[in-house]
T-cell receptor, first 115, second 112 residues
Framework: GAVVSQHPSWVICKSGTSVKIECRSLDFQATTMFWYRQFPKQSLMLMATSNEGSKATYEQGVEKDKFLINHASLTLSTLTVTSAHPEDSSFYIC???????????FGPGTRLLVL | QQQVKQSPQSLIVQKGGISIINCAYENTAFDYFPWYQQFPGKGPALLIAIRPDVSEKKEGRFTISFNKSAKQFSLHIMDSQPGDSATYFCAASKTSYDKVIFGPGTSLSVIP
């Protein structure tokens, strides 16, 4: 089956620093990638949709200047949490879709802890 | 406004029993309804999915029932096993490759 990876799986950073999370589709080309955030004991909430080569579309209430998304190629999307604060601590999960060719596949998630 | 509702929030079932999780949606533009299983610290994994033109879909021990007129759908896990203990999310999307709207989740515990 299709595989989506995320790196790193765990990251701890100090408040005020920026953190970059990578999402890769390993065996297919992803025309669209999605970024979700999940707080403990809660559901996944969509943050943004990114299409290769174009600007990401952010969901209402998500700060686009704080969560920078770059979908530079058909196999890689990055999420950068800028000036991270403790309230940004969460589980970030990406998913990738090959578009009309099939369903989307979720990555294993990245746990972010901001101290 | 919660676009996808899910109940119960938690469920305890004995080994061998049937686990039933119910969901409802509002947006009639949704045309794809997947169920995901998530273990602690892991990403969600697609279990089974259905489209509104089908009233029931079965894959192994997992069955989705779909009631289009009521805008409700449910997951039945037959012969539940301790290894099924996880959080289950129903979800909805306009297509299989579009953004997914998740329900709040059901924590399932299957006890021996």
């Amino acid at each position: 089956g299709a595989v989506v990876s995320q790196h790193p799986s765990w990251v701890i950073c100090k408040s005020g620093t920026s953190v970059k999370i990578e999402c890769r589709s390993l065996d297919f080309q992803a025309t669209t990638m999605f970024w979700y955030r999940q707080f403990p004991k809660q559901s996944l909430m969509l943050m943004a949709t990114s299409n290769e080569g174009s600007k990401a579309t952010y969901e209402q209430g998500v700060e686009k200047d704080k969560f920078l998304i770059n979908h530079a190629s058909l196999t890689l999307s990055t999420l950068t949490v800028t000036s991270a604060h403790p309230e940004d601590s969460s589980f970030y999960i990406c998913s990738a879709s090959p578009g009309l060719l099939g369903t989307q596949y979720f990555g294993p998630g990245t746990r972010l802890l901001v101290l | 406004q919660q676009q996808v509702k899910q109940s119960p929030q938690s469920l305890i079932v004995q080994k061998g029993g049937i686990s039933i999780i119910n969901c409802a949606y509002e947006n009639t533009a949704f045309d794809y309804f997947p169920w995901y299983q998530q273990f602690p610290g892991k990403g969600p994994a697609l279990l089974i999915a259905i489209r509104p033109d089908v009233s029931e879909k079965k894959e192994g021990r997992f069955t989705i029932s779909f009631n289009k007129s009521a805008k409700q759908f449910s997951l039945h896990i037959m012969d539940s096993q301790p290894g099924d203990s996880a959080t289950y999310f129903c979800a909805a999307s306009k297509t299989s490759y579009d953004k997914v709207i998740f329900g709040p989740g059901t924590s399932l515990s299957v006890i021996p």
